[in-house]
């Protein structure tokens, strides 16, 4: 079995009974968790001092052992603040010999772009501890897709998105939109070229959605890219305000304005159903009838 080490790097957890859960049902399977210390640390909104969750992510360079899954306890907000500080060549070090599987997502993306920006390493974009892990019930398609990723040295996802046909290859790189969008200019966003960028978000309105892929078109990203990937866009309800201006209509309008194709629909965000993705690996995407991508090139546990 696996062990699992817990950061908390963002935001103080506040279902402490989900994380709780989630400790109990990785044990029962076997799993070890360790550092749980960090569950209940608060400093204000945060899970602890910046000096403190600034030492959870520096320490991974020390960290030892085999098949160790690195999992923040939840999103929110904080890495921002730390990702100055991080000692990106330790750690980057540290991967080299005996890679930790590093897993999460949400406010989690900063610092997982940025070690893709300053060391190419591969990182997962998945489930964490309380949210997904602490779910009653767990949801088994995220739980199966979890582990196919960190065991199979080359796995496909499929889905039925909705896009122009297409098959490109390149290096996957993405997560959490905002947090991507807030690296712009800033040394932690990966210079990538030809890659295949996939994205997702959470309480953002369609047309912020929009003006964050605006952004990211209009300073030269998306058109180095071979293909966009839209994961889900939870809680993004339109208003009546909005006059029928909605998701579908705002990727419309994408289309109308990019030369790459648009992909939609994969299962991947803050939705209790999400695919892990390992951000800098290899990517092959086809669509046609359906939607697929096939990964290779990033770490996995060892037999």
Same mark, same amino acid.
């Given at each position: ?75 929110? &907000?904080?890495?921002? @603040?730390? %990702? ?6 330790? *750690?980057?070090? =540290? /991967?080299?010999?005996?890679? #930790? ?105 369609? &047309?912020?959605?929009? @003006?964050? %892929? ?6 030269? *990203?998306?058109? =180095? /890219?071979?293909?966009?990937? #839209? ?73």
């Amino acid at each position: 079995m696996s062990t699992f080490h817990l950061i908390a790097p963002s935001g103080y957890c506040i279902n402490q009974q989900a994380a709780a859960s989630a400790i109990k049902q990785l044990e029962q399977q076997g799993h070890h968790v360790r550092n749980q210390q960090v569950i209940t640390r608060r400093c204000e909104r945060f899970a602890g001092s910046d000096e403190q969750r600034l030492a959870d992510l520096n320490g991974l360079a020390q960290l030892s052992g085999e098949n160790v899954i690195v999992m923040p306890v939840r999103g929110g &907000y904080g890495a921002s @603040r730390l %990702l100055s500080e991080v000692n990106w060549q330790a *750690i980057a070090e =540290r /991967q080299q010999q005996q890679p #930790l599987l590093i897993c999460g997502h949400s406010d989690f993306t900063a610092f997982q772009l940025g070690l893709l920006a300053t060391g190419n390493v591969i990182t997962f974009s998945g489930p964490m501890l309380a949210g997904n892990f602490g779910a009653e019930p767990q949801d088994a398609f995220t739980v199966e897709h979890f582990w196919r990723a960190l065991r199979n040295k080359t796995y496909t996802v499929e889905w039925q998105g909705e896009g122009p046909h297409c098959h490109t290859e390149g290096q996957l790189w993405g997560g959490n939109l905002a947090m991507l969008t807030s690296l712009v200019g800033t040394p932690w966003l990966p210079s990538i070229e030809g890659g295949i960028l996939v994205v997702e978000d959470i309480n953002e309105h369609p &047309y912020r959605v929009e @003006r964050m %892929l605006l952004q990211l078109l209009q300073a030269g *990203i998306l058109a =180095r /890219q071979n293909a966009l990937v #839209l994961g889900s866009f939870s809680h993004a309800q339109p208003n009546e305000y909005d006059a029928g201006y909605n998701l579908t209509t705002m990727v419309e309008y994408l289309r109308s304005r990019l030369d790459i194709p648009l992909i939609t629909g994969l299962a991947f965000g803050h939705e209790p159903q999400t695919v892990t993705l390992p951000l800098g690996a290899h990517a092959v995407l086809q669509h046609a009838e359906k939607s697929q991508l096939t990964l290779s090139g990033h770490p996995v546990m060892s037999v």
